[in-house]
C-alpha cells in the first residue's frame, strides 16, 4: 500500500489529533526556545537566557533555584515526549509493518504524558512568578493541544476497535 493510499485510508480523527499534535509541537517548540516565560519593564526571561533591552545572557547552571530547575526539566520532558508522540505515530501510519497496537497505545500514552509534563512547567512556574507573558500562554495551548489531541486517539481507538485502516 501506497503513502498516498495510507493518508485516505487514516481514519478521520487520526488525522485531525495529527493535526492537533503537529500544531501543539510548533507552538511548545516557541514556546521552549524563547525568552518570553516572564516579562517586566526592564527585562524578560525564558527557560534558558534573561534578557534586557540591550543584551540578553544564557543561564548559568550554579545558582537556579529548584523550583526553576523543576520547570525546565518538566519542559525538557514535555518537548522530549512530542518528539516521540510524533515518531510514534509517523510509524503508526506510515509503516505498515509497525501498524500495531502497541505502538498505537503507546503514541496515546505519550501523548497524554506529554501533555501533563508541559502542564507541571506552567503549572510549577505559575506558582512562583507573576507578570507571565506570551510564551507561557503557548504552553498552555499546547498541554491543551496534545490533551484533545490524545483524547481523538482514544476516540478514534475505540470506534474503530484499534484499527486505523479499512480492509
Known sequence: MGVKQ???????FLK??????IAAFVIN??????????????YHEGLWSICSDTDCTDYTLDNLSRW???TRTF?????????????????????EKLSLYFIYIAAVVSCFVTAGFIF????????????????WAFCIVSFLLYAVAGVLLIINFLRKDGKVFSK
Not at 495510507?6 to 478521520?12: A, G, K, M, S, V
Not at 485531525?16 to 499534535?21: A, H, K, P, Y
Not at 515526549?81 to 501510519?93: Q, R
Open 75 to 95: 519542559a525538557v520532558f514535555g518537548f522530549l515526549g512530542s518528539l516521540t508522540t510524533i515518531v510514534l505515530l509517523v510509524l503508526y501510519i506510515f509503516v
Open 120 to 135: 507541571l512547567s506552567v503549572l510549577i512556574y505559575a506558582a512562583f512568578l507573576d507578570n507571565l507573558s506570551w510564551n
Open 68 to 70: 526553576f530547575e523543576a
Open 6 to 12: 495510507r493518508i485516505l485510508d487514516t481514519p478521520l
Open 16 to 21: 485531525i489529533s495529527c493535526v492537533l499534535i
Open 29 to 42: 517548540l516557541v514556546a521552549f526556545s524563547a525568552p518570553y516565560w516572564f516579562e517586566s519593564d526592564t
